[in-house]
């Protein structure tokens, strides 16, 4: 083995020099340690691991759980993480990492923590490209051809080509093998996606009856034990009252404000209002199973119908900016030549006659003796109020147009049953936050269809496709923004979505909480330097 090493270690450049590797424990930097830090989160995480995870609830939780071979500084910068350095082949086909040798595992019930090793990054690589696991991830490392472990301590990827900002790529979360109950793959029914344990910084302790997760410190945390002694994700189905929550003291932080509270926080001088440009945007998705959801000039004519501007500006005070395509503003990718559609309801009344559809006898459009009568499902029975107003206001303008929408607001886990497992729904409201990398292959390329994966509407295009692999292949970033440019163009014409807006997003917490540094997709990735005077302390 050890003469393995040194012929692969021959061809190798270095990227990285080793960094001073500091012992758990104490971060002894004068901070002090101890408090609880009580959150709000809208809706609740149906899985608390980081590979089934599909929904910012979960991935907010596996960010203070799990860490990656590599992580993103405040500077957005790569360091290292559970890898303390690695090195990158000449031709970036090849890149070993060596992993630390101090970092343990969250110990299971009853058990001695075990340290972290090799076998877990090979096991996790493995298990998240599993066919059989469930996944959103698998096409986003496609690109890597082999892993190996060249030792307890180190670990090397061969890739099929190389990539575009590689390293980056592995920050994935590394899970530990002997973790889920099944060896070769996970599915949401692994005791592992609620009872997860990680290397991170806090370690998941128990979880309510009233569905709240308590994290607690991880004492032996290879970076220095955390300064909060608690976490608490406390879920709530009305944003209304998660503020209301926060202005009584029942919680700490609210990790996104409702656009409509933001004036009530500002005025009180016990909290902080962050901004973080969260890369995102809020759609209706359409189900392109659907007959009548399967001719584009449908979808378009929905776009035409709906005065997306009039509702950021009456339920949301105008905090955000319309977005015309798959790709969130400020991302490197977004073609700003394609604008938003404009509000038309006479546009959008020609094209359903171009479609086949006339009015019948009660106004309501047909074709073939058949209503454009169509479902609209929504998650959470009790929604926000701006959200509840986004779509009843939908409704009433696609009422304007001779199309009748029925709204269903469905319990979290219930809608993402049905939209993600069953598909059945004809329309649904909802969001995507995407990191910086702007690879959008999980919602629009035609392999991603099926079960639990995020190409939920069945959307399929050939061209579509081959410009998703193309901007993947290329190692030239302009030639990758053009084809993305591209790729905006087609999909704002394809319309599988109502693309809407993008809001300006705002945390608001209590002032105790020091130090507080947000990660625009992850939140809460520097969280363990986090910390609440002792004075404060509860």
């Keep these: 083995?050890?003469?393995?090493?040194?012929?692969?270690?021959s061809i190798l450049a270095v990227v990285v020099g080793t960094p001073p590797v500091s012992p758990a424990g104490p971060k002894n930097d004068g901070r002090p340690d101890g408090g609880t830090l009580g959150y709000g989160e809208y809706g609740r995480p149906s899985t608390l691991d980081p590979i089934t995870s599909n929904e910012m609830v979960s991935l907010r939780i596996t960010e203070l759980v799990f860490n990656g071979l590599v992580g993103i500084d405040e500077k957005q910068e790569i360091v290292p993480e559970l890898a303390e350095r690695w090195e990158a082949s000449k031709d970036s086909r090849i890149y070993t990492f060596f992993l630390r040798k101090d970092v343990m595992w969250h110990p299971k019930e009853g058990e001695d923590a075990k340290p972290f090793t090799a076998?877990?990054?090979?096991?996790?690589?493995?298990?998240?490209?599993?066919?059989?696991?469930?996944?959103?991830?698998?096409?986003?490392?496609?690109?890597?051809e082999s892993v190996e472990k060249l030792s307890d301590y180190g670990v090397q990827?061969?890739?099929?080509?190389?990539i575009l900002n590689a390293l980056a790529k592995f920050s994935f979360k590394v899970i530990p093998k002997h973790g889920p109950s099944h060896p070769l793959y996970l599915t949401r029914e692994d005791p592992f996606v609620r009872q997860p344990i990680g290397t991170g910084p806090f370690v998941v302790k128990t979880i309510t009856t009233d569905r709240e997760i308590v994290l607690v410190a991880n004492e032996n945390y290879f970076k220095g034990r955390p300064h909060v002694n608690r976490f608490i994700s406390k879920p709530f189905a009305d944003q209304n009252i998660m503020t209301q929550a926060l202005m009584f003291n029942a919680i700490d932080m609210v990790v996104l404000v409702n656009p409509r509270d933001i004036p009530e926080l500002q005025g009180d001088k016990r909290f902080v209002l962050q901004p973080y440009n969260a890369l995102s945007y809020a759609f209706f998705g359409y189900n392109l199973r659907s007959p009548l959801l399967a001719d584009k000039r449908v979808r378009?004519?929905?776009?035409?119908?709906?005065?997306?501007?009039?509702?950021?500006?009456?339920f949301f005070n105008g905090q955000g900016t319309l977005v015309s395509g798959p790709f969130a503003p400020g991302s490197w990718a977004y073609n700003l030549d394609v604008r938003p559609l404009p509000f038309d309801p006479q546009k959008a009344?020609?094209?359903?006659?171009?479609?086949?559809?006339?009015p019948g006898p009660d106004g309501t459009l047909q074709k073939d003796g058949k209503k454009l009568t169509l479902s609209l499902k929504v998650p959470i029975e009790k929604e926000s109020?701006?959200?509840?107003r986004v779509v009843l206001a939908f409704q009433n303008y696609l009422k304007n147009i001779g199309v009748a929408i029925k709204v269903e607001f469905k319990e979290w886990q219930a809608w993402k049953e049905s939209v993600f497992q069953e598909h059945d729904f004809d329309i649904i409201f909802a969001s995507w936050v995407f990191d910086d990398s702007a690879d959008i292959s999980s919602l629009f390329h035609s392999a991603e269809i099926g079960a639990w994966k995020n190409n939920f509407g069945g959307y399929s295009n050939p061209e579509v496709d081959g410009l998703i692999v193309e901007s993947k292949l290329t190692l030239d970033h302009e030639k990758r923004r053009t084809i993305n440019r591209k790729l905006h163009t087609i999909l704002a014409e394809e319309a599988p979505y109502t693309f809407l807006w993008t809001l300006t997003n705002y945390s608001g917490y209590h002032k105790k909480l020091r130090r507080v540094a947000i990660h625009p997709y992850k939140f809460f990735?520097?969280?363990?330097e986090w910390f609440i005077p002792a004075a404060d302390q509860k």
């Design 300 to 314: 378009q004519a929905f776009t035409y119908a709906v005065n997306r501007q009039e509702v950021l500006d009456s």
């Design 385 to 388: 109020e701006a959200v509840k």
């Design 157 to 162: 990827f061969t890739l099929k080509r190389p």
């Design 1 to 9: 083995m050890n003469k393995r090493i040194v012929v692969v270690l």
């Design 119 to 144: 076998d877990d990054v090979v096991f996790t690589y493995k298990i998240m490209m599993h066919p059989k696991t469930t996944t959103p991830l698998k096409v986003r490392y496609e690109f890597i």
């Design 525 to 528: 990735s520097f969280a363990d």
């Design 349 to 358: 009344v020609e094209l359903l006659r171009q479609a086949g559809f006339a």
